[in-house]
Each structure stands twice: as structure tokens, then as C-alpha cells.
């Protein structure tokens, strides 16, 4: 008996970090994103592929705030899931965590298609910070992993294609899908991602639509993520890839082997990099990983989704600590397999204004030979079990009975996510069918500009605390311009002309506010990243000094909004003032900082450089040698390496070791 495709709610339990607050400190400073190529590496590219890779790359993580706040202690937590299943496939998701499918399972066999993480630690690799790995995720945005990766998304029922039954073939009724949306806020663009799992199916179709409801083209970034084991063998209908690494150099490779190393087997390299297949044009569009039995998950999609890419994090000691980091000890390790936009993920694509683009993709799993003679009769022969169990042209009719379906209205709603799409549909009037942005879901962040909306007029706060986040869209920009000029709008109008590159304007604004305003740190600090960005790095460490000292004078508790604040300007301040060889204002700034702030792993590790600074080597040694983690350690990063390096000649202990180039072995 074929079982009816179903929706259920669930909860399950992890060993889980907590999220903690959000920096309240707006993200002036230019991202210090890996994913830069060398401009020695453009000679040899295709025309559209150079052309994508200067298409407006971000700038600026402006509106969104940083996501730092999280430990690494982690203790028992429910999440809120939701489950669609038929007597094939099981899909668990991941509603309030950006949407993620955090399991897959096939039914028949048990057989788990995914790398399932059987906790949840945020790390530092989003653009905005917090990310956790596991699961498939969805990357849009820009280059990186999305803002959304630990945020909630609206989800909810909506029917389902009719004609879609057993074994995917084309009999029987609709039944229901499940439909994802959100507003995404750096380029400011709804989206959805429809769960459609027909009865019978044992693949998992994925409709996907992006669209820009403005009058100007904008920018389009997509990245499905899907993590799976890594003791896989990864194969790609591509003789060619783009491999990018840590040094940043985009180089043009042979597949399956370059260097002697058969690179489709993630435990070969031996340092973390990203392949991007050279898929011929014309050819179908799809990736797997299977084991040494022949058995794993293959995703496929229409010719939209064009490309292809494997990620690995390499069998060095950095790679390891890095897979280390990111679970808990005794679970195996994991690459990625990804399906994008374009060709690699360096670029972007134009949308045109008041348009969209959507295709579908499927997941499921797969047979077939990972070993051969010739890795084009591998090609070949996974090709044509894809063939057999999911033919080319079943996806482009799935796709094409989808997308009537994808302006439905949803029905029953089985998640909230963010008030910021129905803030800019109140805006613009926008009619966007099939994912509602209600008013009901404005919450306490929209507030203050709904009040600018309707009123012309930035409301002041109604108690002390530190700033909310700004609103920096040309729209927003120019109601505060004509807003009441507060100390309070300054701010906001600073930080908006500031996003737009206006810097001089900005600091005009800053410093009109600041013999005005109530509360001057939060100015000061503004004015210290300008000084700090043009060059003036003495004056920048006054108006830090500063700053922090007002913010002290300020807060009103230990409540977690204050310590975030505090946390933030005074890791800011100290590496501001050792910056400039003031070890004596760092210490001060140091005792101003709550005892359960100093003892965070990213404050400890300031410790050590400020001892170092104050001439306090063996006291600097020791600190690094008490175990301490920076749970917000960025990728990529080299600080902890170099301060060891400048501390002894001791070979750099593997606790310590997140180096992920090759140079830095």
C-alpha cells in the first residue's frame, strides 16, 4: 500500500550552543571575505564568468547584524521540526534555522543520504557569523554562507501538483507540499523554497524561486549546501573544475586527478578547497557521493541551477580541527555538494527589474559503480542509472507542473519567520502571491520604522539602551534625510550614508549628533571606525578610549543586551589601542569589561596580546596554554598562529591549529 505524502510537526533534541544576542554594533568595516580571487587568475576565464565575478560582489553586511553571541557550552535543546514523508523518504527540516533539511532518510533501507551533525555549534562562517554545518542548506544572498543560516523562515501547507503519484510517475492526487519563504535583507529579495515529496517518490523535489520586485536590476546569489560523509567518492558529469583555496588563487584543473591526487575522494586533499565543475553546456546538470558499495544521495536540477561544486576540508591537521570544532568528538567528518546560479560562487547574476528566477531540483538516492576503468565509464555509468530512476525530462515536467503552483496562497502556517518582507511590502504595496508578508508579523525591530513610514519622523527610544539595528535601502536613506534631525535619526542617517559610500557625509552626521545626544558612545564609536578606515588610527584610539568610558558611565545592568554591547565596543577599543602601542588605556579598558566577559575565549586570547604588549611575555605563554576557545574564531583566520609565532619556537599545538592553506603549514 502507497502511504500519503505527509506534513507533521516534531521536536527533536540536540546537545545545543545558545545563539546569545546579536552584536548591537553596526557592521561599518568592509567584509573580510575569503572568497577574493587574485587578479593574476583572470587572464584564463570565460568572458561571463569574469564579467559575474565583478557583478556588484557585497560591500557591506548593512542592514543585517553580526551574530556573535554564541558559546561553545553546549547542553540539551528542543528545535521545532517539520517532517515530510512517505513510505520512501523522510525529510526532517529545520524551520526556525534557516530552513535547513537537517536529515534525509531513505525508508527502504534506512540508510541516513545526509551528513546528519548530532549537535548544534555555531561557528563563525556565515557572512553575518553564527553557522552550523550539517544537513542541506540555502545560500542566497552573496557570496557565502547566507545571514538566514540560524534565523527563522515562514514555512507553511500548500497543495501540491495533481497527477504526481507512485514512483513519481504521473497518476494520482496533489496532496501538499511544504513552502519555506523569507525576505532576503542585503539585497533585498523574497524568496521561497517549496518541499514537494510526491506519494511513491523516492526523490525530493525542490522548487526554488527568487524574485526582485523592484524597478532597478539587482544582484542574485544561489548555493544549495548539501553535506554528506565524507569517505564518499563525488562524481560530476565534468572533465574540467575550478579549484579555489584559503590562498585565493582560482586555477583551472583536470578531473579527477591533478597533482597526482584523485581529488573526487575528499580524505585525498590535503588541504580544504572548493572544486567547480566544468559542466559542458547541453549536458544534465547533477552531482553524488557514494560510498565504496556504490550507494549515496544524487541531486539533479533543471538547466537554471548550472553549476556544480565540491568542497572539502582536507586531511591536514587544520581541516581536522576545523571538522573538530564544529561537532563533537567521535563523529566523522564531512564534504559538501553544492548546486548554484552560476559557475563558481565568486559570482553573482543579474536579475532584471520586476522579474524572477526559479527551477527545481531533486534529491534522492543512488546506485551505482564509484570505481572503474576510466572515470568517464564512472561518468557514464552513474549517468545512466540517474537515467533509469529519475529521468531528464520527469524533472522538467516536475518543473513545469511546479511552477503554476508557486503562486499559490499556503495555507495552514507552520512557521513564523521575520517581519522585515512585510515592513517593505507595506512600503512599496507589493503584491507578492504565494509567500504573504502580513502585517501581524511586524514585531518590535519594525516598529521604529513603521512609525518613519507612516510619520516622516524616527521615534526616540522610550528607555536607555544601546541602538537598534539601521535600515540603509536608497528608500530608507532618504526618510531619514527629511526626518526631524535628532541625535537619534543622525545616527541612523550616519550609518545609512555610510552604507551608501557617502563616508564624508556620515561622519558630518555623527558629529552633528554627538554634543546632543543622550547617549554618545554608540556616535563615538561610529566615528572611531571612520578614523580607523581613512588612516587616523591615533585619533581613532581616542574616540575609542572614549567611547568605551561612556558606555561604562551608561549601562544600566549586567542584563544580556548591556554585556553584548560591552562585549562588543570593548573588544573593539582593545584591539583599537594595542593597535596603537597603548597597552596603559587597553589594561583600563580591560578592568572595565565584566568578569564573565574576560573570560570568554575571544577575551582571553586579547589577554595574551596585551600582555604581550605590557612587555609580560611568559604571562602571555601561559595564557595561551590554559585551553580557552574562541567560539567566534572567523575562517580563514591566522591571528591565533601569529601571536604563538611572536610567543615561542614550540610547534603550534593541534588544539590550536586551524590553518587551512597550504603556506601555513
Known amino acids: 500500500m502507497v502511504i500519503v505524502t505527509r506534513i507533521r510537526r516534531e521536536v527533536i533534541t540536540l546537545p545545543a550552543a545558545r545563539l546569545g544576542p546579536d552584536n548591537p554594533l553596526p557592521p561599518l568595516r568592509p567584509l573580510d571575505e575569503v572568497h577574493r580571487v587574485d587578479d593574476r587568475d583572470r587572464e584564463d576565464m570565460p568572458r561571463d564568468m569574469a564579467r559575474q565575478l565583478d557583478h556588484e560582489p557585497l560591500?557591506?553586511?548593512?542592514?543585517?547584524?553580526?551574530?556573535?553571541?554564541?558559546?561553545?557550552?553546549?547542553?540539551?535543546?528542543?528545535?521545532?521540526?517539520?517532517?515530510?514523508?512517505?513510505?520512501?523518504?523522510?525529510?526532517?527540516?529545520?524551520?526556525?534555522?534557516?530552513?535547513?533539511?537537517?536529515?534525509?532518510?531513505h525508508l527502504p533501507?534506512?540508510?541516513?543520504?545526509?551528513?546528519?551533525?548530532?549537535?548544534?555549534?555555531?561557528?563563525?562562517?556565515?557572512?553575518?557569523?553564527?553557522?552550523?554545518?550539517?544537513?542541506?542548506?540555502?545560500?542566497?544572498?552573496?557570496?557565502?554562507?547566507?545571514?538566514?543560516?540560524?534565523?527563522?523562515?515562514?514555512?507553511?501547507?500548500?497543495?501540491?501538483?495533481e497527477g504526481w503519484g507512485h514512483r513519481s510517475g504521473r497518476s494520482g492526487s496533489g496532496g501538499e507540499m511544504l513552502r519555506l519563504w523569507e525576505w532576503e535583507r542585503l539585497r533585498d529579495l523574497p524568496f521561497q523554497v517549496d518541499l514537494w515529496l510526491p506519494e511513491g517518490s523516492d526523490f525530493l523535489y525542490v522548487g526554488v524561486r527568487i524574485r526582485n520586485p523592484h524597478e532597478h536590476p539587482v544582484p542574485a546569489y544561489w548555493w544549495s549546501n548539501i553535506a554528506v560523509p565524507e569517505d564518499r567518492r563525488v562524481l560530476a558529469p565534468a572533465e574540467e573544475a575550478w579549484q579555489f583555496g584559503y590562498e585565493r588563487r582560482l586555477r583551472r584543473v583536470p578531473v579527477p586527478s591533478h597533482d597526482g591526487i584523485d581529488r573526487t575522494r575528499p580524505l585525498n586533499s590535503p588541504y580544504a578547497?572548493?572544486?567547480?565543475?566544468?559542466i559542458p553546456d547541453g549536458r544534465r546538470r547533477w552531482i553524488a557521493a557514494l560510498d565504496a558499495d556504490g550507494h549515496g544521495l544524487v541531486q539533479t536540477s533543471t538547466d537554471v541551477l548550472r553549476g556544480r561544486k565540491l568542497f572539502v576540508w582536507g586531511s591536514g591537521p587544520g581541516g581536522r580541527r576545523w571538522q573538530e570544532w564544529l561537532t563533537e568528538p567521535g563523529t566523522g567528518g564531512y564534504c559538501e555538494i553544492q548546486a548554484g546560479l552560476a559557475r563558481t560562487q565568486l559570482e553573482h547574476v543579474r536579475l532584471e527589474p520586476e522579474s524572477e528566477v526559479s527551477w527545481l531540483e531533486a534529491y534522492g538516492p543512488l546506485d551505482a559503480d564509484p570505481d572503474g576503468p576510466s572515470w568517464p565509464a564512472v561518468v557514464r555509468g552513474a549517468e545512466e542509472r540517474l537515467a533509469?530512476?529519475?529521468?531528464?525530462a520527469r524533472v522538467e515536467q516536475a518543473y513545469a507542473d511546479w511552477k503554476p503552483y508557486a503562486d499559490t496562497e499556503p495555507g495552514e502556517r507552520l512557521a513564523t519567520g521575520s517581519g522585515w518582507g512585510a515592513l517593505e511590502v507595506r512600503r512599496a504595496d507589493w503584491k507578492l502571491p504565494g509567500t504573504p508578508f502580513p502585517e501581524s508579523v511586524l514585531g518590535e525591530e519594525q516598529q521604529p520604522w513603521l512609525e518613519l513610514l507612516r510619520t516622516g519622523s524616527l521615534p526616540e527610544p522610550r528607555r536607555v539602551r544601546p541602538p537598534g539595528g539601521t535600515l540603509v535601502a536608497p528608500h530608507?536613506?532618504?526618510?531619514?534625510?527629511?526626518?526631524?534631525?535628532?541625535?537619534?535619526?543622525?545616527?541612523?542617517?550616519?550609518?545609512?550614508?555610510?552604507?551608501?559610500g557617502d563616508r564624508a557625509q556620515a561622519v558630518r552626521s555623527w558629529e552633528r549628533a554627538v554634543p546632543l545626544a543622550p547617549s554618545q558612545w554608540p556616535?563615538?564609536?561610529?566615528?572611531?571606525?571612520a578614523d580607523e578606515?581613512?588612516?587616523?588610527?591615533?585619533?581613532?584610539?581616542?574616540?575609542?578610549?572614549?567611547?568605551?568610558?561612556?558606555?561604562?558611565?551608561?549601562?544600566?545592568?549586567?542584563?544580556?543586551?548591556?554585556?553584548?554591547?560591552?562585549?562588543?565596543?570593548?573588544?573593539?577599543?582593545?584591539?583599537?589601542?594595542?593597535?596603537?602601542g597603548r597597552a596603559e588605556q587597553a589594561r583600563a579598558v580591560w578592568e572595565g569589561l565584566l568578569p564573565a566577559v574576560r573570560h570568554r575565549g575571544a577575551f582571553r586570547l586579547l589577554e595574551a596580546q596585551l600582555l604581550l604588549a605590557e612587555g609580560r611575555r611568559a604571562e602571555a605563554r601561559a595564557v595561551l596554554g590554559e585551553g580557552f576557545e574562541v567560539a567566534d574564531l572567523r575562517e580563514g583566520a591566522d591571528v591565533i598562529e601569529l601571536l604563538w609565532a611572536r610567543l615561542t619556537d614550540e610547534p603550534l599545538p593541534a588544539r590550536l591549529d586551524f590553518r587551512m592553506r597550504p603556506d601555513a603549514g
Not at 556616535?523 to 571606525?529: M, Q, T
Open 388 to 392: 533509469a530512476v529519475l529521468p531528464r
Open 273 to 278: 578547497a572548493d572544486y567547480f565543475y566544468e
Open 476 to 500: 530608507w536613506r532618504d526618510m531619514l534625510e527629511t526626518a526631524p534631525a535628532t541625535p537619534h535619526t543622525e545616527y541612523h542617517l550616519g550609518v545609512a550614508q555610510w552604507h551608501a
Open 533 to 580: 578606515e581613512s588612516g587616523h588610527h591615533e585619533r581613532a584610539a581616542d574616540r575609542y578610549a572614549e567611547a568605551f568610558d561612556d558606555l561604562c558611565r551608561e549601562r544600566r545592568d549586567d542584563g544580556e543586551a548591556w554585556t553584548a554591547a560591552v562585549a562588543a565596543l570593548g573588544r573593539e577599543a582593545l584591539q583599537a589601542l594595542l593597535r596603537a
Open 523 to 529: 556616535l563615538l564609536r561610529c566615528l572611531a571606525v
Open 109 to 161: 533501507t534506512g540508510r541516513e543520504l545526509l551528513y546528519r551533525n548530532p549537535v548544534f555549534q555555531p561557528a563563525n562562517f556565515a557572512l553575518n557569523g553564527a553557522w552550523y554545518s550539517g544537513g542541506i542548506e540555502w545560500n542566497i544572498g552573496a557570496t557565502g554562507h547566507t545571514t538566514l543560516s540560524c534565523a527563522p523562515l515562514h514555512a507553511a501547507r500548500v497543495p501540491a501538483p
Open 59 to 105: 560591500r557591506s553586511l548593512l542592514p543585517v547584524r553580526i551574530r556573535d553571541g554564541y558559546g561553545r557550552a553546549r547542553e540539551p535543546r528542543a528545535f521545532r521540526a517539520l517532517v515530510i514523508e512517505n513510505d520512501r523518504l523522510r525529510a526532517t527540516v529545520l524551520p526556525g534555522l534557516g530552513g535547513r533539511i537537517a536529515s534525509m532518510v
